[in-house]
Every structure is written in C-alpha cells, then in structure tokens.
C-alpha cells in the first residue's frame, strides 16, 4: 500500500500548534525565526521539542551552541510572526523590528510579548528537512499573561 | 539565576495541544493510550514527534515495536479521551470503549474519529520522565473531515 497523501496532508494539519520565535546567538551574530513545531517533552526536567528548518543558519549555530530561546508571542501579534518567516539579508536583521535584551543564557529575548524561555539542547534527532531539537528550559521570563498566537486562527498553513 | 518555576508553568502551558489515541500493540496485545504532547517534525519524509510518559506500559512497546497508530479524535470525543487516560486493569482494556480494526503495520485504528496514521519510530530522545519518539508517518486513513479535540477546549490541562 502507498501512503495516501492527501489523507496525510488532512490529518497532520490538524495537530494544533502554535506560532513563536526562536532566537540564537553566535558570538556577537544573533538570529531569530518563526517556529511553529513546537510541544512540551517532558514536566522534569522540564522540556521543549522543537522542529527546525535544516536549510536555515539558525539550524547550525542551535547545534554548535547547543542552546536556543523561545519566545511566546500574543493572539494580537501576527505582523511580528510575518517578519521573522522573511527572508532576510544578513543573519539578526529581523531583531530590528521589535526591542529585545539579553537573557541569563546570552540568548535574545523579545520585550514585547506574552514571555521567554532559555534552552539548553539535551538531545536532536536529524532525519528530514526539519531536525528535531529537544531543549531543557533553564530560564524563565513571563513579561505579560496574555491569549498565545495559535496558528489556526492566523488563516496560515504549516504542515501537512 | 534559579529557574521561575510558575513563569516556566504559565509559558508552557500556552504552548498548543491536541488529544490524540496513541495505539500500540506487541504481538496479540494492543495497549493505548491519550497523547497530548504531539507536533509535525518533517515535511519530507513526514515526521510526528511525541512525549510518551516513560513510566506506561506503552513506551516500552513503541522502543521494542517501534511502530505506533496515532488517532485524531474530532471536537466532541472528549469523553473518549478521558478514556484513554484512566487507569486501567490490563493492558488494551481501554479499546474496549470504542470500535477499532487493524491497519496495514498491524496497529490497532479506531474507527470512529477524524482519522488515524500508522508510523515508524525512526528516532528517540529519552531523558525525562517522557521520552520523545520520532516517528515516520508509513500509512494514513481519512474517515471524516472534522474539527480536532483541542486541549485548551477541555478546560484539562497537561504541560507547564
């Protein structure tokens, strides 16, 4: 039997998830991208799975740096989500459109959203054109309770 | 720095989750089990990614199998979800609460959901107390299109 596609299609777009944006750092270079393949991995340690594009450069500095933060963006904040799916010309340019600092990990947080996480990475699984990072939660930053940006009510499609 | 424990609860919980029936089965025995902690990890070849509680019985049986179904309950299968949470007596009692048939890997698929996908464990992160499977979608069934059982439609809550 061949796989059905369109059944697969139909089916794995109806995995919930969300809309959040990754930062790394590399020395003095930071970079940041949209990410939406994302789930909690475990309660203890407390863990982040997350599915990274292998093309982007955010891909490699997240294994040579073994650390990534990730920030939870609000239902109101689509146009920022847009910027960090962009291409861009050089590596942190997307970071230009909203205010950030620095965490406890050196990892660039946003100001203006629901929160931030630092990571470490404990573990990956490298198979297809997104690799699996798996990262323990080591910081914690909550700026503002707020309703989370959920992909389905962006009218986008990622996945399938 | 010590780690905000109720900043890292609130964040995670705004992560978005689905509830799916995970089915597992080693030779005559089917088990099964509600996942919540589900993402896409590829596009090509397709990938799921799931935390599975360490301490089920189930785990042991996707590292031994290393195949698992994965059922997509609609909006108003709650109660079957709550289902597949309970305890139970012994291993597959709880297939006994709706119809099921086998597909081609052998998995046990329920029959009145959204749909369900057959996989092959093609990796494994195992650190916390849920393991993170990696699974190669092999096979996908479509029953009928429908809107997903959403966690945060529940008012339960697993993360954080």
Known sequence: MTLNLEAKKLLLRKIPHGLFICGVREGDE?????ASWVTQGSFEPP??????????????IIQRTKQFSLNFLRADQKDLAAVFFKP???LGGRF?????RFGELGLPLLEDCIGNVECSLIGEVVHGDHSV???EVKEAYL???????VLSDTGWTYGG
């Open 30 to 34: 930071i970079n940041g991208f949209t």
């Open 47 to 60: 863990l982040i799975v997350m599915a990274v594009r292998s093309e982007g450069s955010s891909h490699g």
């Open 88 to 90: 861009q010309k050089g």
């Open 96 to 100: 230009e459109a909203s205010p950030y």
């Open 133 to 135: 990072f798996v990262g």
């Open 143 to 149: 700026n503002k309770d707020d309703d989370p940006l």
